[in-house]
């Protein structure tokens, strides 16, 4: 079956930073747009970065030039870099996956890995 499995969460001081990952398994990795979102406390879902299933890369404004997504399709492996982290980036991070085909739509997400930045 389908399974996202994000880790690499925690607890950071402001300044530092985290790599977080996704592990993919139950379907065609590279086929598939990557996402990394997140959701702080009392908030909605919000996107993060997206790379598409040919490595383009799309960012939020406010996160482009302190977090990098990258894919790794020989290890069906998303990875969300995320430097010089500040108290508001704390969140859930989620691993989301997607694809658009002409006749279904697929839309799958990880459980959501910890992130909290805190001195």
């Known amino acids: 079956q389908v399974q996202l499995v994000e880790s690499g969460g925690g607890l950071v001081q402001p300044g530092g930073s985290l790599r977080l990952s996704c592990a993919a398994s139950?379907?065609?990795?590279?086929?598939?747009?990557m996402s990394w979102y997140r959701q702080a406390p009392g908030k909605g879902r919000d996107l993060v970065a997206t790379?598409?299933?040919?490595?383009?890369?799309v960012y939020e404004d406010s996160m482009r030039d302190r977090f990098i997504i990258s894919r790794d399709n020989a290890l069906n492996t998303v990875y969300l870099q995320m430097n010089s982290l500040k108290p508001e980036d704390t969140a859930v991070y989620y691993c989301?996956?997607?694809?658009?085909?002409?006749?279904?739509?697929?839309?799958?997400w990880g459980q959501g890995t910890q992130v909290t930045v805190s001195s």
């Open positions: 139950g379907f065609t990795f590279s086929d598939y747009h």
């Open positions: 790379i598409g299933s040919s490595g383009i890369t």
């Open positions: 989301n996956a997607r694809r658009q085909t002409i006749l279904y739509g697929y839309d799958y």
